[in-house]
Structures are given as structure tokens and as C-alpha cells.
């Protein structure tokens, strides 16, 4: 069955102790339950705040050089994700609406490359 990232999108500034509240949390719980009672969940989990993330580029010497933050600029970043398995796009993308509605944010859905 195909695998999809349904991954969840906040703004830089975003602070999950002002902008969630017990609804969201109950919401999002749900949503995991329902995943997993669907039986389409290979991974979930959230992200620590981007400060937290590091990046590696690799030099022209070869060497990977470590740095603090996020590897793209932008304003926005992924705060977590699902990794599901869903018969199509379609269903994958029913999953996506209803993370988007729970998590209260812009949602991605992104198919993963065939394991055929």
C-alpha cells in the first residue's frame, strides 16, 4: 500500500502554549486514535521548535558542516507529521483535511517513492 506524509505546517513565531489549547490537544488525539484504529499510521510524532533543529551542508572539501537552525529560510516550518499508509491520494488526503482542522494549520500531503 503507498505511504504518504501528511506533514503540518506552523508560522515561525508559533508558540504551542499561547495557540493550544485542551480542544486542540483532545483533537489531535482523537485524530491519532482514529489513524490508528484505521490501522494507517507507520510513524507520527511532533517537532521540538526550530531553534532546537541543526543542519548539514556538505563543504567543497567534502567535509559536512553542522549549523544551528533550520536549512531553509522561511516563514514558516514543519512542526510534525504523519507517515501513513492509505490505498490512494484521495484517502490520504481525507486524513490531511482532517489533521489540518484539528491542528488548526496549513497541511502538506506528499506521496513517497514507490517501494516497487
Request: with cysteine; charged share 20%; glycine share 6%.
Amino acid at each position: 500500500m503507498p505511504q504518504f506524509l501528511i506533514a503540518i505546517h506552523r508560522p515561525l513565531d508559533y508558540d504551542p502554549l499561547l495557540a493550544e489549547d485542551a480542544a486542540m490537544t483532545q483533537e489531535i488525539t482523537d485524530l491519532n486514535q482514529a489513524m490508528r484504529a484505521a490501522g494507517i499510521i507507520v510513524f507520527v510524532g511532533g517537532l521540538n521548535a526550530p531553534a532546537s533543529a541543526r543542519s548539514i551542508q556538505i563543504q567543497a572539501n567534502g567535509e559536512a558542516r553542522v549549523t544551528p537552525g533550520l536549512y531553509l529560510n522561511s516563514s514558516e516550518y514543519v512542526g510534525g507529521f504523519w507517515v501513513v499508509e492509505t490505498p490512494d491520494l484521495d484517502d490520504a488526503i481525507s486524513w490531511g483535511k482532517k489533521a489540518a482542522v484539528a491542528c488548526r494549520a496549513a497541511v502538506e500531503v506528499r506521496p513517497f517513492h514507490s517501494r516497487k
